[in-house]
């Protein structure tokens, strides 16, 4: 008998009624899931299944047919969300309303025991679940670091990574000459959530890219800072995307 496909859970991210913007979408909300992760995950075997917002006892029932959970990146988590108030009267407010939307369905994965993946805002989102704070933008609150955010460059800005001593990324690529990731995020992780173990910093500025939690085998529940489906576009030699997706899709 045929094996059937891992299930995926990936919790939407949502596109709101706003001034300006084109009368095609009208005034309702949509739920979408990013074209590259979708094919990210596919092309591992799994079956990327979008995670909508449901009434708790559906999603209850939702979450117990997914082998796993992946949170993807999007928006700006809410200073709020991890007690701070916004730096900037305008920007980098963030989505409250997904913020609220994600940190349910963590904790409801986590009772259900389901392995967890978070990928740039997913991680960022894992981490004020476990009660960590934020940089709200990188290039304000540490002037001296590296520009992790360049919006001409995009996914094609780079840094190096160093892993931790006998970490979990150190065992997958320790034996790679390459340490290269892409870096999208102006927000980054201030002080790791508890139980949150770092598994690799910027090689050029320190900044924490990725953790795992020490309440679970190593990769079983993490979370990365770079954007490991948009590899496959890169003009630059990068780590292997597919080793840390496969990886965890065995805890899967």
């Not at 001034?19 to 094919?39: I, W």
């Not at 029932?61 to 007690?83: H, T």
């Not at 090689?203 to 496959?232: I, K, T």
Request: proline share 8%; glycine share 10%.
């Amino acid at each position: 008998m045929k094996n059937k496909p891992l299930k995926i859970g990936i919790p939407a991210r949502f596109m709101y009624p706003e001034p300006g913007r084109s009368a095609l979408y009208g005034s309702n909300t949509y739920a979408c899931v990013e074209q590259q992760m979708l094919e990210y995950v596919s092309r591992a075997g799994a079956l990327p299944i979008m995670i909508p917002p449901l009434p708790e006892g559906q999603l209850l029932n939702f979450l117990r047919e997914m082998d796993g959970i992946l949170l993807q990146g999007g928006s700006d988590v809410a200073p709020e969300s991890y007690g701070e108030q916004p730096i900037h009267p305008t920007k980098w407010k963030g989505d409250r309303q997904r913020d609220i939307f994600e940190l349910n369905i963590i904790e409801k994965a986590l009772e259900l025991n389901l392995p967890l993946l978070g990928i740039c805002r997913g991680s960022q989102i894992m981490n004020v679940y476990f009660g960590g704070t934020l940089y709200q933008d990188i290039g304000t609150q540490i002037p001296q670091a590296f520009e992790h955010r360049n919006l001409e460059l995009y996914d094609q800005n780079f840094h190096s990574l160093r892993f931790a001593a006998e970490g979990l990324l150190q065992k997958l690529y320790g034996n790679s000459p390459l340490t290269r990731v892409n870096t999208v995020h102006h927000q980054g992780f201030k002080n790791l959530g508890k139980g949150l173990i770092p598994e690799a910093w910027c090689a050029e500025d320190g900044l924490v890219e990725a953790y795992s939690w020490e309440g679970a085998p190593p990769g079983r529940v993490m979370g990365v800072q770079w954007h490991p489906e948009f590899f496959v576009h890169a003009k630059e030699a990068v780590i292997d995307p597919d080793l840390l997706l496969n990886y965890w899709l065995e805890f899967c």
